[in-house]
């Protein structure tokens, strides 16, 4: 089935690394031809441009990106067309969100534009739950992805009863993972950020916030309180590699440490760092601690728990900010965690 579509489209595009105030711009380019097999096209009503979609505009040699590329990989739309194989539940008018997968940072073929055309089976495309704004829907699903993800990897599972410390909690996946733990019946949920940052996490379930910047060393101050009641699982959004060598002194014997961030090593020491803690035997001096890393892979299991969560009420965006399609340049870089 097929819609009426424009010959044209408007769309940011950036064609070499850099800040996206300096490599972002406004065009005008081609439009898409009707879906075909299993794909759908999408009329995009938001799309979220998160921390790492910044910061892939910065960091990919061009060589490695498609010429004219469109960034960021959340969004919420309409459906205008559907291709012949696209499952039968997804119909032309839905209201639907979802996320890219990864391959659409090097093609180039990202949210941030007027139409997209995608396959149901490499991207996530669901129906946007009836307690969910096109709004919330838009920006949430990167998170609620990666809240799973980590809920999986680190063996978290319903009515777990665990106390985990999350670093870096006020922050886009930190927010998500935070009401994710709570969902999933944590007894405790410490949440590391920065003070004026305490209300937001606690109004989403945190137990307990820590400012990070008055305790310093943060790895020293967690051995002093949580020494002699160890922490389950430790999520580090921010890839704060001194917490992982430090973490027998606070993390059970058995706890998990989790890390899906690099801000705080960037990515070239932070893949450096992952080899290392995986690899480094324990009696060379490796951290005697689960070390757990992983990519925003997704299956259809991951796609039914964000529609539960999300439509069930325990999962809401948190939004920093929203602007007009023609103000992406007014985003700023970086909330401050």
């Not at 980590?150 to 665990?162: F, N, P, S, V």
């Not at 917490?243 to 893949?271: C, H, M, Q, R, W």
């Not at 007009?324 to 401050?336: A, H, K, M, P, Y």
Request: glycine letters at 10%.
């Amino acid at each position: 089935m097929s819609a009426d579509i424009p010959p044209t489209m408007k769309a940011w595009t950036y064609s070499r690394a850099g800040p996206h105030r300096q490599v972002l711009s406004l065009n005008t380019i081609p439009s898409l031809k009707p879906p075909t097999g299993d794909q759908v096209l999408v009329k995009v009503a938001y799309s979220g441009l998160n921390y790492g979609d910044l910061k892939s505009m910065k960091m990919i040699p061009s060589i490695f990106r498609a010429k004219n590329s469109v960034p960021a990989m959340d969004w919420s739309g309409t459906i205008l067309a559907v291709g012949p194989s696209a499952p039968p539940s997804l119909v032309v008018g839905m209201k639907v969100f979802g996320v890219l997968a990864m391959e659409a940072i090097f093609t180039g073929q990202g949210t941030l534009r007027e139409y997209m055309c995608i396959s149901t089976k490499k991207h996530m495309v669901a129906p946007v739950p009836d307690n969910c704004t096109m709004e919330e829907a838009g920006c949430i699903a990167i998170a609620a992805t990666m809240a799973h993800l980590i809920c999986k990897h680190a063996g978290i599972k319903e009515d777990c009863g665990l106390r985990i410390l999350v670093n870096g909690a006020s922050g886009g996946c930190g927010s998500g993972f935070i009401q994710a733990a709570v969902a999933m019946g944590a007894k405790e949920v410490i949440a590391i950020c920065s003070a004026p940052n305490f209300e937001l996490v606690q109004s989403l379930g945190a137990t307990r916030a820590i400012d990070y910047r008055d305790k310093k060393p943060l790895h020293g101050y967690l051995a002093k309180e949580f020494g002699d009641r160890k922490i389950d699982v430790v999520v580090d959004t921010m890839g704060a590699q001194d917490l992982y060598t430090n973490s027998p002194k606070y993390l059970k014997e058995d706890g998990v440490f989790v890390n899906i961030g690099d801000y705080t090593s960037g990515t070239l020491l932070t893949a450096f760092y992952w080899l290392l803690n995986l690899f480094w035997p324990r009696w060379l001096g490796g951290t005697p601690r689960k070390f757990v890393m992983f990519g925003p892979d997704f299956g259809p299991d991951t796609v039914q728990w964000v529609q539960r969560m999300v439509g069930g009420g325990k999962m809401k965006a948190v939004i920093d900010r929203s602007v007009g399609f023609d103000q992406v340049l007014e985003v700023s870089t970086r909330r401050e965690l």
